[in-house]
């Protein structure tokens, strides 16, 4: 394992303070981690009584530039009063190195992830999305990937969990994971791409009193919109979805041809989740974090997912 990947690891506080220091910023050593699988996150008090969110990126997963494209989308979005939280310029940079790792400093975001979207707050998220939509069809991601090779292949991600799955579920799997992805290759068409959030779900949503943020644009990419909305509708009832819908198409066109990739899309996730964790087995937490990760039921529960997925018994 290499020194830098342990780093990460066993992120020391004089690590990250030295990284706060040298911005300029004066940290009181107040440290508090903040919740994510992918990265370190950390909300760090300053002197002054600011607070700010100091993120290291996990080693070997994105580039500088790839980190760098999805900064530069939230300033655009910042700009064009998109309700986002884009990471501060430090030196006239958003994207830093200490100790061999990357990181980011953000102001801190105030406010909650809600417990559910209420039908009175519906259209409103509709309209965040197509605001956001707006700005990311008007130019390409340099660095950033597609959907489907985020930064994997799904045939690479079906080759990497062959050693994980269950021997007696892995012929199933297999041919599920297979299927899935031939009708991903034949019903979605990349010329629908554009820059999307890419991961947008409830949790990526912070509430206070002027209204929701949309926050966490890791995954961000080029892909088709319907991916910003599958995860939120999947939640909502059908007078709600007409909701959402309908605050968007205030703003933008809704894609309603795209509504029939969203069963593929949701196999696709499950794939991709489940190599994600695989890539991330060398890592002390993710063994704790997903204990049946590898065990016949977790497989057995995977595979009949992809299989109601084709055989059409599920609409999310």
Not at 70 to 90: I, K, S, T
Not at 284 to 307: D, H, N, V
Request: hydrophobic share 35%.
């Amino acid at each position: 394992m290499s020194e830098t990947k342990t780093s990460f690891y066993g992120l020391e506080p004089e690590i990250i303070l030295e990284a706060i220091e040298s911005q300029k910023l004066r940290p009181t050593g107040e440290l508090r981690q903040l919740n994510s699988y992918e990265n370190r996150v950390f909300e760090v008090l300053l002197e002054d009584g600011d607070r700010k969110v100091v993120k290291f990126y996990r080693p070997g997963r994105w580039s500088a530039e790839t980190i760098q494209d999805e900064h530069d989308f939230l300033w655009e979005l910042w700009e064009a009063d998109v309700p986002v939280v884009p990471p501060e310029r430090l030196q006239n940079k958003t994207l830093h190195t200490h100790a061999g790792l990357l990181y980011t400093v953000f102001p801190k975001a105030y406010g909650r992830m809600p417990d559910e979207i209420l039908p009175r707050e519906t259209e409103s998220v509709g309209r965040l999305l197509a605001q956001m939509h707006m700005i990311g069809a008007e130019r390409d991601f340099e660095h950033r990937p597609e959907l489907g090779f985020s930064p994997y292949t799904p045939e690479d991600v079906l080759m990497h969990l062959e050693r994980f799955v269950s021997p007696e579920m892995w012929p199933r799997y297999r041919d599920a994971a297979e299927d899935l992805i031939i009708r991903f290759e034949d019903e979605i068409d990349p010329d629908s791409y554009q820059r999307i959030h890419g991961d947008f779900h409830r949790g990526n949503l912070l509430s206070n009193r002027d209204g929701f943020l949309l926050v966490d644009f890791d995954d961000c990419m080029h892909g088709p919109i319907i991916q910003d909305f599958w995860m939120i509708l999947q939640s909502l009832t059908e007078e709600d979805r007409e909701s959402l819908i309908r605050g968007y198409e205030d703003l933008r066109e809704f894609p309603d041809e795209q509504m029939a990739w969203i069963p593929v899309l949701r196999g696709l996730r499950i794939l991709n989740y489940a190599g994600w964790i695989a890539r991330r087995w060398d890592d002390p937490s993710f063994p704790k974090i997903f204990p049946e990760f590898g065990t016949y039921r977790y497989w057995a529960e995977e595979t009949e997912a992809l299989e109601a997925i084709l055989r059409g018994r599920v609409d999310f």
